[in-house]
């Protein structure tokens, strides 16, 4: 479904800092520099790196709270992944692990950016950051709560990383709302092969079933829920009503997100935008796309 299909938050501003911001967060889980640097802390395997970098800020946690926070993931896979992780590295080095890699990989992509420039976008997205409520989400919280780095690399990165938990948050919440599971959401979002925040952004089943844990059986159990409501057809194709859901859904989390960015004027924002806009273009180069993400291309998408 074509992004400028959905409806969102009165200009359409929460969206569109999400397809320009998330993708500059994202590097934390394609980019080699960031595989690399987990690696080096101790961890081998992808899986690993990723769940240890995003649970991190909420300390040794077992599985069952990134089970709930995560939510689109099957309890077994995260269950593989923690807390054994915990044994082969802390929470401290997983993060400081994130942050190296981060900061490596962006390096080469904030070249072309003025000195001034990156000072002035860091301070932007921080003071953003740190506006942005944090009662009910959980990721957003722990995140805002750790210390902000020194550089601005590492401010710029903290500060995506903290807006993109807190839009998460908001979606896991509209999720909730509309009845829907991590199954059920997966099988759904697949269905569609379009763009959503956590969504399947064109992700096939094979790849986003992998990339979530689920079984055959659970995808299955999961389907015919989907068809019971009314939002899917006999072929598992998505009906009107799953459509109609799913602009619910993205309003939703569009409104949940907007305060962040309401104090911002036009002109800041559109100041925002031709900062941030080719970074988050270079940065997409590091992506793997279709991904499970759902955000949509920035080299595509036109968002700045």
Same mark, same amino acid.
């Given at each position: 479904?074509?992004?400028?299909?959905?409806?969102?938050?009165?200009?359409?501003?929460?969206?569109?800092?999400?397809?320009?911001?998330?993708?500059?967060?994202?590097?934390?889980?394609?980019?080699?520099?960031?595989?690399?640097?987990?690696?080096?802390?101790?961890?081998?395997?992808?899986?690993?790196?990723?769940?240890?970098?995003?649970?991190?800020?909420?300390?040794?946690?077992?599985?069952?709270?990134?089970?709930?926070?995560?939510?689109?993931?099957?309890?077994?896979?995260?269950?593989?992944?923690? @807390?054994?992780?915990?044994?082969?590295?802390? @929470?401290?080095?997983?993060?400081?692990?994130?942050?190296?890699?981060?900061?490596?990989?962006?390096?080469?992509?904030?070249?072309?950016?003025?000195?001034?420039?990156?000072?002035?976008?860091?301070?932007?997205?921080?003071?953003?950051?740190?506006?942005? @409520?944090?009662?009910?989400?959980?990721?957003?919280?722990?995140?805002?709560?750790?210390?902000?780095?020194?550089?601005?690399?590492?401010?710029?990165?903290?500060?995506?990383?903290?807006?993109?938990?807190?839009?998460?948050?908001?979606?896991?919440?509209?999720?909730?709302?509309?009845?829907?599971?991590?199954?059920?959401?997966?099988?759904?979002?697949?269905?569609?092969?379009?763009?959503?925040?956590?969504?399947?952004?064109?992700?096939?089943?094979?790849?986003?079933?992998?990339?979530?844990?689920?079984?055959?059986?659970?995808?299955?159990?999961?389907?015919?829920?989907?068809?019971?409501?009314?939002?899917?057809?006999?072929?598992?194709?998505?009906?009107?009503?799953?459509?109609?859901?799913?602009?619910?859904?993205?309003?939703?989390?569009?409104?949940?997100?907007?305060?962040?960015?309401?104090?911002?004027?036009?002109?800041?924002?559109?100041?925002?935008?031709?900062?941030?806009?080719?970074?988050?273009?270079?940065?997409?180069?590091?992506?793997?796309?279709?991904?499970?993400?759902?955000?949509?291309?920035?080299?595509?998408?036109?968002?700045?």
């Amino acid at each position: 479904m074509p992004d400028d299909d959905l409806p969102g938050d009165g200009d359409g501003v929460a969206r569109r800092m999400w397809q320009l911001f998330e993708p500059v967060h994202a590097v934390s889980y394609f980019a080699p520099a960031c595989a690399a640097a987990f690696e080096g802390a101790g961890l081998r395997g992808f899986w690993r790196g990723y769940f240890a970098g995003r649970s991190a800020p909420l300390g040794p946690v077992g599985a069952a709270p990134v089970v709930g926070c995560f939510f689109g993931f099957a309890p077994a896979m995260v269950a593989r992944a923690l @807390p054994d992780i915990w044994t082969r590295i802390t @929470p401290a080095e997983a993060l400081t692990a994130r942050l190296d890699g981060a900061r490596e990989a962006l390096v080469p992509l904030l070249a072309q950016t003025r000195p001034g420039e990156l000072v002035e976008l860091a301070g932007v997205l921080r003071a953003a950051a740190e506006r942005a @409520p944090v009662a009910g989400r959980v990721l957003a919280a722990a995140n805002a709560a750790l210390p902000w780095p020194q550089d601005p690399i590492g401010v710029l990165w903290q500060a995506t990383t903290i807006l993109r938990e807190h839009r998460g948050d908001g979606h896991v919440a509209a999720l909730v709302t509309a009845g829907l599971d991590g199954a059920e959401t997966a099988v759904w979002r697949a269905s569609l092969g379009g763009v959503g925040s956590g969504g399947a952004g064109g992700v096939s089943r094979e790849d986003l079933q992998r990339a979530r844990g689920w079984s055959d059986a659970a995808w299955v159990d999961a389907a015919g829920r989907l068809r019971a409501r009314g939002w899917l057809d006999d072929t598992g194709r998505p009906t009107e009503a799953s459509r109609s859901a799913l602009h619910a859904v993205e309003e939703t989390t569009d409104r949940a997100a907007a305060s962040v960015w309401e104090p911002l004027g036009p002109d800041e924002i559109e100041r925002c935008v031709a900062l941030l806009a080719p970074v988050a273009r270079r940065a997409a180069a590091l992506l793997r796309w279709p991904n499970p993400i759902g955000v949509p291309d920035p080299r595509e998408s036109g968002s700045g």
